[in-house]
């Protein structure tokens, strides 16, 4: 029985879906090609070379176009793209399934996860490089009623805050909207998304919640308290989208009280080639700023590029958008589900293999099989014996008689059906008799 299979390509904005469809499955392959960022990684863990890396180098400087090529004649629509993209870039399913909800297929491991240390505070939201961390807090000063007209401006009361003591974790701006957070951009060495505090004292009415909200006891209030009739706390919910982050662990790095567990999708190293750094134009070109998920690339003091290699991942883009070929990353190790005990375990324990070695055994599919050159020695002809004329005279004269009893059909069938012995015995009187027979009609021939 033959399976048809039918194969598709669909182009929907920057989606590339690849789809294969038989008569008990369809399977799509989303390629959304505007979050590849070119690592290559899943060009090196496919099983059937179907994916080849685009002019990568270019697309990191401008070109709008796919750093991946898919060949869709080649796709087994596997999935393994799909379940170690550090981008999220692939999407396979199979009827309307995602193969990563599927526990027969393993699949990367990148994840932040708050510990019980975790206040919350408003300074991871702001760092994480893929908007991955949404954070909300309740209840806000507002729930209290209005700040208080009587209460508000300099003379009615006394604010401050202890610059030590204040680490900008931000809860008080997040509950008051006396107080103000000023905001600058974090970079790769100074994560901290905030300048300074600041606090409005026309606003503020000092009624002294702020007092107990801050973590570091910074905040010291004066004048008349805002009664409640039951204590409150003020809280925050973290919430963490799976399929953003990345694993970079600036949310770790940024926060004071070290209340994120991190799981970086892969362990390795990464390497500025100092002889290669003079071709480097950092300014003019950026290509390894624009691949980077994970923001860690600076210009250091001299002007030179540099990278924070505690915030990388080592997804290996920045090296292939180098063109001076200035960056090398090399991977030791792959966070990823269990590989289950399946038929196609070992193709995906290969697969995984390939991420670090960057080499992959793959099956000759090409259905042809080349046999290899053997070098053939020459036979020398073989020289015809001489031949005694009245020798073979007699060797045809004593045949004549065997022949002609050979080829009668009552002996064949003697020599087919009886026993070798008792045929050989049969037969030989035959050709006695023949001989015999011969010899008379030759002897009166003579007479006549």
């Known amino acids: 029985m033959v399976m048809n299979i039918e194969k598709e390509m669909e182009v929907e904005g920057s989606h590339i879906k690849s789809i294969q469809r038989s008569e008990d ?11 590849c960022n070119g690592c290559g990684i899943c060009v090196a863990l496919c099983p059937v070379n179907a994916l080849q890396l685009g002019p990568v180098i270019e697309i990191a400087t401008g070109l709008d176009a796919p750093p991946v090529l898919i060949d869709l004649d080649k796709c087994v629509f596997c999935g ?12 396979m399913t199979a009827n309307g399934r995602d193969y990563r909800e599927m526990e027969e297929y393993p699949r990367l491991l990148s994840d932040a996860e708050p510990n019980e240390r975790c206040l919350p505070c408003a300074l991871c939201e702001p760092v994480c490089p893929t908007e991955a961390i949404t954070v909300v807090f309740s209840p806000t000063r507002d729930f209290f009623g209005p700040l208080r007209e009587e209460e508000r401006g300099r003379g009615k009361g006394k604010i401050e805050v202890d610059p030590e003591k204040c680490n900008l974790c931000g809860k008080c701006a997040k509950f008051c909207e006396a107080f103000l957070l000023q905001e600058k951009e974090p970079t790769p060495t100074d994560l901290v998304p905030f300048e300074q505090l600041l606090v409005d004292e026309d606003l503020c009415d000092h009624c002294g919640l702020c007092v107990g909200i801050c973590p570091e006891e910074a905040i010291k209030v004066e004048g008349k308290p805002l009664e409640l009739e039951e204590e409150f706390t003020f809280s925050g919910e973290i919430e963490i989208d799976s399929e953003k982050c990345i694993g970079c662990g600036r949310c770790l790095l940024v926060c004071p009280y070290e209340a994120m567990d991190i799981t970086k999708p892969f362990e390795g190293d990464i390497r500025l080639v100092e002889r290669q750094l003079p071709l480097c134009d950092p300014l003019g070109c950026h290509a390894c700023f624009n691949v980077c998920p994970a923001d860690c690339w600076y210009i250091g003091e001299d002007g030179r590029v540099k990278v924070e290699g505690d915030q990388c991942i080592f997804c290996g883009a920045c090296a292939n958008a180098c063109h001076c070929f200035a960056i090398e990353v090399d991977r030791t190790g792959v966070a990823h589900t269990k590989v289950m005990e399946t038929p196609w375990a070992e193709e995906w324990k290969e697969a995984i293999s390939a991420i670090v070695t960057k080499s992959r055994r793959r099956p000759d599919l090409s259905g042809v099989v080349e046999p290899p050159d053997i070098e053939r020695v020459p036979i020398p002809e073989v020289e015809a014996p001489a031949r005694d004329p009245d020798l073979l005279s007699r060797i045809n004269e004593a045949l004549a008689g065997v022949e002609a009893v ?7 069938f003697i020599w087919e059906r009886d026993e070798v012995e008792e045929a050989g015995e049969k037969i030989g009187e035959s050709i006695k008799r023949e001989a015999a027979k011969a010899a008379a009609e030759a002897d009166g021939g003579d007479e006549r």
């Open 406 to 412: 050979i080829n009668k059909p009552k002996v064949r």
């Open 80 to 91: 393994m793209c799909a379940a170690f993209c550090p981008v999220d870039a692939y999407r």
């Open 25 to 35: 499955s369809v399977k799509v392959l989303d390629y959304d090609y505007k979050k």
